[in-house]
C-alpha cells in the first residue's frame, strides 16, 4: 500500500483522492503525531464489507472455492433444480 506525509496529503488532496478511486488503491496517511488513517474509494470500502459480512458464515468460503474448482459439466443444470428462488 502507497504511502505518504499527511502534509503531502493536504498539499495533493484532490488528485490523491482520485488516484485511490481511479486505481482501487488503499492510500496510508502518516501523521506526525497521532494515529494515521486509510484512504479508500467508496466502491473498494463497499467490497470489504461485503466480504466481511460473508466471512461471518462458517464453510462460505471454503464452498465457494469449491464450486470454483468444479468443472461446468460436473454441475446441475439450472432447469433441474427444483424450487429455484428468484431474487
Not at 503531502?8 to 506526525?32: G, P, T, W, Y
Not at 466480504?51 to 468443472?71: D, V
Request: hydrophobic residues 35%.
Amino acid at each position: 500500500m502507497p504511502e505518504i506525509s499527511a502534509m503531502q496529503f493536504s498539499r495533493n488532496l484532490d488528485s490523491e483522492i482520485e488516484r485511490c478511486i481511479s486505481n482501487h488503491e488503499a492510500l496510508k496517511v502518516r501523521r506526525e503525531k497521532g494515529e494515521g488513517f486509510v484512504v479508500i474509494g467508496e466502491s473498494d470500502w463497499n467490497s470489504i464489507e461485503e466480504t466481511l459480512y460473508l466471512n461471518q458464515f462458517p464453510g462460505l468460503i471454503a464452498s465457494i472455492r469449491e464450486a470454483a474448482e468444479e468443472s461446468l459439466s460436473e454441475g446441475t443444470p439450472l432447469e433441474d433444480i427444483e424450487n429455484v428462488v428468484t431474487l
